[in-house]
């Protein structure tokens, strides 16, 4: 009996001891959890921060990749498109001969572009057309189409003939700090009881170039930049997107408009 009593005394204090083991041994262990899963969110919020890094450094890569290209690939297709529509002018032709060459028909349209310029600059060529532009006249629907299209035409032509732009203007239009681009088209004097007052013709375009209105100016108030009618037609066709950062006026001793 002794014995076992003792025997009982000495398990007590293990059991305790085991015990206390066990609720020392919890803290280390609940410890190493939230460390763990500390670690392991900070871990994913790294992730999701360097993968929205790569998403936009990718994104702004690619757009500029497009904004690139694209300029490129309107230009090409422009002009394949462009090769193909004049080459398809001769090219039945040449199949009907059984001359199947690409660009064939191209070069030849352009050779008879480039003829049919040389013989217009003739007075045989100018009496052809003048006749020719005789009949068009007589026609009801189809002169208003012919009478458009030759004063555009006129407008880009290097004769710069009575009918062209003469030079780029800017007008105070429709309100005084803004202002209007435009072109000026003829002079004109108008007479009343306070003396002369030459006017410029100033045609602005309200629709790419065919649509516009036509504003009567005093020359003194006309701002002459320093740019040519072919610059101010690529301005008015891009939309001022081709606009020069910085514009420039004309020497006023420079400047003369023919009357018309």
Same mark, same amino acid.
């Given at each position: 009996m002794a014995n076992s009593s003792r025997d009982r005394e000495l398990l007590i204090p293990v059991a305790n001891t085991g015990a206390g083991d066990d609720v020392s041994g919890d803290k280390p262990s609940s410890s190493s959890s939230s460390s763990s899963s500390s670690s392991h969110h900070h871990h994913h919020s790294g992730r999701e921060t360097f993968s929205k890094v790569v998403r936009s450094w990718a994104s702004k890569k690619f757009m500029t990749g497009c904004v690139i290209l694209f300029p490129i690939a309107v230009t090409f297709y422009i002009t394949w498109w462009f090769i193909h529509f004049v080459d398809g002018f001769f090219s039945p032709?040449?199949?009907q001969l059984g001359i199947d060459v690409f660009g064939l028909g191209f070069m030849t349209s352009i050779t008879f572009i480039f003829l049919v310029g040389v013989f217009m600059s003739s007075w045989l060529g100018t009496s052809v057309l003048g006749l020719g532009e005789?009949?068009?006249?007589?026609?009801?629907f189809v002169r208003h189409i012919y009478n458009a299209s030759k004063q555009i035409s006129s407008a880009i032509s290097p004769d710069q003939n009575t009918q062209a732009f003469k030079e780029v203007a800017i007008i105070r239009h429709p309100r005084i700090g803004e202002y209007a681009f435009g072109f000026i088209t003829?002079? &004109?004097v108008l007479q009343n009881y306070a003396g002369d007052e030459e006017?410029?013709?100033?045609?602005?375009?309200t629709n790419h170039l065919y649509i516009g209105d036509i504003f009567l100016v005093n020359a003194k108030e006309v701002i002459r930049p320093n740019l040519s009618v072919r610059e101010g037609i690529e301005i008015v066709v891009s939309g001022g997107m081709s606009m020069p950062q910085t514009l420039s006026t004309l020497d006023p001793g420079s400047i003369? &408009?023919?009357?018309s």
């Open positions: 032709i040449y199949a005789w009949f068009i006249k007589r026609m009801p003829s002079s &004109v006017l410029c013709c100033v045609y602005v375009p003369r &408009v023919d009357r």
